[in-house]
T-cell receptor, first 112, second 116 residues
Framework: DQQVKQNSPSLSVQEGRISILNCDYT??????FLWYKKYPAEGPTFLIS?????DKNEDGRFTVFLNKSAKHLSLHIVPSQPGDSAVYFC???????????FGQGTTLQVKP | DTAVSQTPKYLVTQMGNDKSIKCEQN?????MYWYKQDSKKFLKIMFS???????INETVPNRFSPKSPDKAHLNLHINSLELGDSAVYFC???????????????FGPGTRLTVL
């Protein structure tokens, strides 16, 4: 039972354009959501997060949107750069459990 | 400075052997974790320790035993290795609640375990 799903295994965009990565979750007890970025042969690195009391959080080129009623969040990267090419994982956590539930990742390729 | 380090990076071994993976963090965090990333790329939590005390223990075979000698170290010992144990194992740590982003976890580079 996968509680966090990233239904697009891969995404390819042109440099300078917007990248939109999507994530759906099923557990309404989740109250904190995070995006991680992972390069090959490295561990995931934290990118941006959002609490369930907000619907948007922005950090430079990265913005995360949360739609609680749809149990959906998305990560927008604009403008996309070739260095953004990586695997992006969505993760969710609930009630201060300390446990992150990860999606299966979306591989983003930004073409020069 | 490496924040979360793991050794070894690669581990190839025969079925039935016992092996250990070591993890160390120099971030001063109280909580450490072990995750397993299987062939389908799912990252799943296995264990979590807070200040040397086990706080999360997912449904993991008893052959897996974490050990935390101090809050900067969390080692993973695996007995009687099986083919299905082949995966990448990630260690992570997080700051105490209230410090830094809620539940932000810092990951090590991973240990790729191959069981033949």
């Amino acid at each position: 039972d996968q509680q966090v799903k990233q239904n697009s295994p891969s995404l390819s965009v042109q440099e300078g354009r917007i990248s939109i990565l999507n994530c759906d979750y099923t557990n309404s007890m989740f109250d904190y959501f995070l995006w991680y970025k992972k390069y090959p042969a490295e561990g995931p690195t934290f990118l941006i997060s959002i609490s369930s009391i907000k619907d948007k959080n922005e950090d430079g080129r990265f913005t995360v949107f949360l739609n609680k009623s749809a149990k959906h969040l998305s990560l927008h990267i604009v403008p996309s750069q070739p260095g953004d090419s990586a695997v992006y994982f969505c993760a969710a956590s609930g009630s201060n459990t300390g446990k992150l539930i990860f999606g299966q990742g979306t591989t983003l390729q930004v073409k020069p | 400075d490496t924040a979360v380090s793991q050794t070894p990076k690669y581990l190839v071994t025969q079925m039935g052997n016992d092996k250990s993976i070591k993890c160390e963090q120099n971030l001063g965090h109280d909580t450490m974790y072990w995750y397993k990333q299987d062939s389908k790329k799912f990252l799943k939590i296995m264990f979590s320790y807070n200040n040397k005390e086990l706080i999360i223990n997912e449904t993991v075979p008893n052959r897996f035993s974490p050990k935390s000698p101090d809050k900067a170290h969390l080692n993973l010992h695996i007995n009687s290795l099986e083919l299905g144990d082949s995966a990448v194992y990630f260690c992570a740590s997080s700051p105490p609640t209230g410090q830094g982003a809620y539940n932000e976890q810092f990951f090590g580079p991973g240990t790729r375990l191959t069981v033949l």
